[in-house]
């Protein structure tokens, strides 16, 4: 199958099956959708949706979160991966917003990314997520899920992921792209043992044609049956030099 057939059966299945796909995390408007997008940087959602409902009370706008410290937002965040970090990130973001952007989440990608703690994929979930723009977010679910199902050729960096994506995805699915990858990524094609029995897309996935097809399952027969040969002679072998040896030690007495 081709590239091009992958990326139709990859748009039909979805659009019927989760046209509407959104993301899991908990937000009322876009300035909370920034924090919590900040926050979500090797972390779960999960545990992201646990912290934010108390953070969002205390810090409401970025005019309340500009005036904290990163100290009293650390109480608030502990329990997320690197807190201090994120923290200081957050007061610097709020800051920037109020003395730059006039209090308001920027559109524009490159503003975006002025902010601390923003780098190109946060602010590509914002710009789509938000914004509405014809942007592709590459996360580690979108890198590992679309480079399995063949729909990138050799994309090495999530920027080389999302620019080929950006080619063959039309700007209509594009938002929601992100989502059918990484909710799929998060539930059936895992990153250390891909749920591929179970998955209702292999039939068109390339990891699946090159690991389950009859001639890649043969070639795996051989190469087992290889090696167990070769363990065999290894065993006989060793059987012999020992026989040797012992009966060296005999002739010697
Ligand atoms: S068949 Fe396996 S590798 Fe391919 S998308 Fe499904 S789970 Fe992932």
């Known amino acids: 199958m ?10 039909e299945y979805f ?4 046209p509407n796909a959104v993301t899991e ?19 779960t959602d999960k545990r992201i949706n646990q ?9 409401p706008n970025p005019q309340a979160l500009s005036t904290s410290n990163p100290e009293e937002v650390f109480n608030y965040i502990r329990s997320v991966s ?4 994120k923290a200081k ?15 308001k989440v920027p ?5 975006l990314q002025k902010l601390p703690g923003v780098g190109r994929k946060t602010a590509n979930v914002i710009a789509s997520v938000v914004f509405d723009a014809p942007a592709i977010a590459v996360d580690t679910h979108v890198f590992r899920v679309a480079n399995r199902l063949g729909l990138t050729t050799n994309a090495k960096t999530p920027l080389a992921v999302e620019k080929q994506l950006m080619v063959y995805l039309p700007e209509d ?24 029995e179970a998955c209702p897309i292999s039939w068109f996935c390339k990891y699946y044609e090159k690991t389950h097809t009859e001639a890649a399952l043969l070639k795996a027969e051989t190469l087992k049956a290889k090696k167990l040969k070769d363990a065999s002679k290894k065993r006989a072998l060793n059987k012999i030099s020992s026989a040797l040896k012992k009966q060296a030690a005999k002739s010697k007495n």
């Not at 659009?15 to 989760?18: G, R």
């Not at 995390?25 to 972390?43: D, K, M, R």
């Open 15 to 18: 659009s019927k099956n989760q």
């Open 173 to 196: 699915v594009m938002g929601v792209a992100h989502h059918w990858l990484i909710l799929h990524g998060r539930y059936v094609c895992l990153a250390r043992s891909p749920k591929c």
């Open 2 to 11: 081709n590239k091009k057939d992958r990326y139709i059966h990859f748009i």
């Open 89 to 103: 990130h957050l007061v610097g973001m709020a800051k920037m917003l109020v003395a730059n952007f006039n209090g």
């Open 107 to 111: 559109s524009d990608i490159n503003d």
């Open 51 to 59: 912290v934010t409902p108390a953070l969002f009370k205390q810090f």
């Open 82 to 85: 690197y807190p201090n970090n």
């Open 25 to 43: 995390l908990h937000y009322g408007n876009p300035f909370e959708l920034l924090v919590a997008v900040i926050l979500s940087a090797q972390c």
